[in-house]
């Protein structure tokens, strides 16, 4: 059996992590790309998502170097991550592949982690659900290890004095995480670049401006869809927070577990106001999120969505009565296959450059009133 799965920021090294403690043949697909994007593109249905036709792109290049089994994170509500795997399964068998493909279902009680228990035992071979916990467990660490690094790297990016020291750095722990193997030389992997990026000559006393990015996961979190947003802006000087991350959505599916603890009920709470309901993908959570940014003071909001995406679209509308209400500017960026960069990045400036003036003339107002 030769494993892939798609890529979703750094969540493959968590994949790599479990599926190779299974015993089995991982094979990762190249980093998101144009190429991977034309691929997808070309054989999936005009109308759906760029997250799905980035997927399909990752399947057919992995399946160009040998795999023969696919991964894939199912989803509920109204969202079609729900339908995926099942339209996947069908584009790449009339393109003449045989291939497997199993589901991570939406986990809403313990049983059903159970059934992706089971699942997993199928990689390894082995019929007892039991034996596969510890290394379902060890790729929860992994990821939070990996959710934990990047946090930081946000964090020191912009206050760096050695301009470009963090890229340097990081761009040396893919290389260093992808020639790794097995959960100890992974887990030992991440932990050492932490400490490399803590003796990081920082501006510890720098004002940097701070955003919060909401929307739909995949477009938050794989930076070749966002077109590397993150990276730009904490090159820019922005300190940035996500507010989705893949160790976030995996303790909110596993939260009815009494030791788990996620954000879910603040984030609900945020939302209440505008939208006490689950409609599918994050929007509820970019709504919550959006509120929760103003009640902590960040500077502003950039909501990103996949064009055609139904959840977003609803969050977009309900985000323009939240930014009156909670006075924070907010940048909606829409994402497809056609997005370019220079106009993507000229809304990105002007939107820094607003919030800079934003804050100057809050300063002014402030100082004019002590005077």
Known sequence: MKITFPHMGNTYIALKVIFEELGAEVVIPPKCNKNTLELGTLYSPELMCIPFKITVGNYLESIEKGADT???????????????????????????????????????NI?????????????????????VLPIFIKGLRTLYEIDELDDLVIKIRPRELNRGAVDRLYSSFKEDVNNANGYKSIVETIRRYKEKLLKIEIDKDKEVLRVGIVGEIYTVVEPFINQYLIERLGNMGVEVHRSVTSSEFIKEQLDFIPFLKSDKEEVHRGAKPYLNTEIGGHARHTVGNTVLYSEKNYDGVI??????????????????????DKDIPILKLVLDEMTGESGYLTRIEAFIDLLLNRRESKFYERDISWS
Not at 81 to 99: A, F, P, R, W
Not at 305 to 320: D, Q, R, W
Request: hydrophobic share 40%.
């Open 303 to 324: 909501h990103l969505m996949p064009f055609t995406c139904m959840p977003e679209i609803v969050a977009g509308s309900i985000l323009s009565i939240v930014e009156k």
């Open 70 to 108: 696919m991964f894939m994170w199912g989803g509920c509500d109204v969202c079609r991550i729900g339908y995926y795997n099942t339209l996947q399964k069908d584009i790449l068998q009339s393109l003449g592949y045989e291939i497997q493909m199993f589901c991570l279902e939406p986990m809403k």
């Open 111 to 131: 049983n059903d982690v159970k059934n992706f228990l089971k699942k997993l035992s199928f990689v390894s071979g082995s019929k007892n659900y039991i034996k």
